[in-house]
Structure formats: C-alpha cells, structure tokens
C-alpha cells in the first residue's frame, strides 16, 4: 500500500536554528514527490516537485532533496514568517489522474 | 487572477440536511479534486475530475457526490449530512502534467450537528 509518513509531527526553533524534517515514502513507483506549505486557515501552498533520487530544489531558506525512500526539507536559518504546517505528497507512477497521497504533516513553530 | 475559489467558507449543518460545496478556477485547469482535511488523518481524496463531464470516486467516496458539468466549475454534494462529515474540504485543480502540483482553494469548514 502507497504510504507517506512525516515526522516529526511538531518542531520548535529558535530563530536562525536550522533544521531538517523528514518524509518517508511507499509507493508503487514514483512519479513525483510535492511539497506544500500550509498556514493556519488557509489551503496548501505548493513549494516544490521532485522526480528522481538525487534530485535537490531551492526557494530562500528551504532546500528539497530526494532519496529512494525518503526526501527531506532542510530549513536555513528560519525566520519566524517560517512557521507553518509543512505537507509531503507523493505521486505514483501508477495513477494517471493526479491523485496525491499526503502526509500527515509537520508543523513548525520558529520563535524570534 | 483569483486562482482556485471555494464557496462557503464556513457552514453548519444539521444531521440529515443537504448541501452543495461550489469550486471555481479560473487557470483553465483539466483536472480538479476535492479531498477533506482532519486531524492526524492528513488529506484524504473523496472525488476528482479528469475532464468536463467525467468524474471519478477517490479514497472516501461515501457519502457525497460531484458534478462537473463546466470545465471551471466543480461541485461537491453531502445528500444527507452526518457527523462524520465534519471536516475541512479543500478543492484543487492541477494542469494534466502536474509539473506545479495542485492549486488549492482556501477550504470549506464544515460541522455537522
């Protein structure tokens, strides 16, 4: 069964107190991993899209990279405008209808 | 450009009663879904949409049904509204290569009473 768990479920920084969070997945063959950022009340915000192991995105202070079984969000130096939920999703090379599984999510607290 | 819009915002609903959850994109997106959002369960798919006209059951179909009779427009039904039914719904819309992943709506909060 296609499977994505996240952790940690919750993670407080410091301001400037990098850190990574993990997701780890199960599928059939991988079409893409997603990453969406969520804040409190709003809908997901898609951040990045990883094909193939090795591969690595950038946007500011998050940096994406992806394994075989895992991809991670390494967060630089975080500001408190960080903060949010932080969702993983895959995509199986299977489906042809763009269904995601998603995480459960980490959520991210960084204090000033 | 108003992206991916979802109306109401918040509803309350009694148990039995009946409504319709409105989507509208405007990115001229082929495919929509809606998935429900709850706690410690993540999001979940309940129908999505390939195309004008066609709809197809995700994961938690049970309990609701959707039309998309126009291109931008994608709805989702609760006949007769339980508990159980009580969640955050979220509409997407994606282009058929998915390269930019979904767009979300800013959700729909439903409680069922």
């Known amino acids: 069964e296609d499977q994505v768990t996240q952790s940690p479920e919750a993670l407080r920084l410091q301001e400037g107190e990098s850190s990574s969070l993990n997701c780890s997945y199960t599928?059939?063959?991988?079409?893409?991993l997603f990453w969406y950022r969520q804040d409190p009340g709003k809908g997901p915000e898609f951040l990045f899209t990883?094909?193939?192991a090795g591969e690595e995105k950038e946007k500011e202070r998050l940096k994406a990279t992806l394994t075989k079984k895992e991809s991670f969000l390494h967060i630089t130096a975080p500001k408190p405008e960080d903060s949010a939920t932080y969702l993983c999703?895959?995509?199986?090379?299977?489906?042809?209808?763009?269904?995601?599984?998603f995480g459960q999510g980490t959520t991210l607290q960084v204090k000033p | 450009n108003a992206g991916v819009t979802q109306t109401p915002k918040f509803r309350v609903l009694k148990t039995g009663q009946s409504m319709t959850l409105l989507c509208a994109q405007d990115?001229?997106?082929?495919?929509m879904y809606w998935y429900r959002q709850d706690p410690g369960m993540g999001l979940r798919l309940i129908h999505y949409?390939?195309?004008?006209?066609?709809?197809a059951k995700g994961e938690v179909p049970d309990g609701y049904n959707v039309s998309r009779l126009k291109k931008q427009n994608f709805l989702l039904g609760l006949e007769s509204a339980a508990p159980s039914q009580t969640s955050v719904y979220f509409c997407?819309?994606?282009?058929?290569?998915?390269?930019?992943?979904?767009?979300f709506g800013s959700g729909t909060r439903l409680t069922v009473v």
């Open positions: 990883l094909y193939s």
């Open positions: 949409s390939v195309g004008e006209g066609t709809t």
């Open positions: 990115m001229n997106h082929e495919y």
């Open positions: 997407a819309s994606s282009r058929p290569d998915w390269v930019q992943g979904y767009t």
């Open positions: 999703a895959v995509q199986a090379s299977s489906s042809n209808t763009g269904k995601l599984i």
């Open positions: 599928v059939s063959g991988l079409r893409g």
